[in-house]
């Protein structure tokens, strides 16, 4: 086995997992991550608690566990949000004229000219605190890039021939799009997808280390970092576990994402 391939079935490995914490977290501790105990504060990883216990003297594997689902399901559901506006948005921008073309290109230019950190925060402002708005921030920034990757693919595709043959036996523009631009505009946008995700996970964990992600006491791991920067000093597990877990998890994502856009690129030449 090469060591791409061994790399790619352990980021696939990684996922996995992680996934699983997310989906039945209950599978993998039986632990409640928000019960506090007085008398096992900044306790170090060891017996009775592997990781080790946060300043509250709550689990940190369970907090862990219980962190994926919200620490992912912000980056994913920005990256799906992003992904599906995105391909609508580019698909109308290259199949509806010059018009409708410029003056998508115009705005998606708008919403790029603002800093992507400024405008997470104006969503966030106007919608408050939590995991949707987070998420929706997270996609509105996230948008154009999808929006104009859908639309080179579609530019690309308006002059195959099946596209042509397809309009010749009478086929509406709706039918030509669901049938032949979709399926085959789709390779790219979902690998960018996959790449960009891990980015989404990182800007997550972000705004929860700031206070615009779950609020507490729900257990997130950009909140974990957040909640340990004050004891650095002498207590260095609640900060490097909840790290860990988000180096793992981009790390996986990253490596399954750059594989799959590898195998895209290769198979449109």
Sequence with gaps: MTRARLGLWLGVTILVVLAGMAAAPSLFTGTDPNTADVDAILRPPGDGHWLGTDQNGRDLYARIVYGARPSLLIGTGAVALALVGGTLVGVAAAQFGRIADQVIGRFLDVVLSVPGLLLVFLVVAVLGPGTGPAT?????????GFARVARAEVIGLRGRAYVEAAYGFGWTRAQVIVRHVLPNALGPVLALATVSLGAMIVASSSLSFVGLGPQPPTAEWGAMLAGSRGFLAF?????A???AA???AVLAVTGVGRH?????DGRQR
């Design 136 to 144: 929706v921030g997270l996609a509105v920034v996230s948008l154009p």
């Design 235 to 239: 207590a260095w597990w609640p900060a």
């Design 241 to 243: 576990f909840p790290g």
């Design 246 to 248: 988000i180096t793992l």
């Design 260 to 264: 799959l856009q590898r195998t895209v």
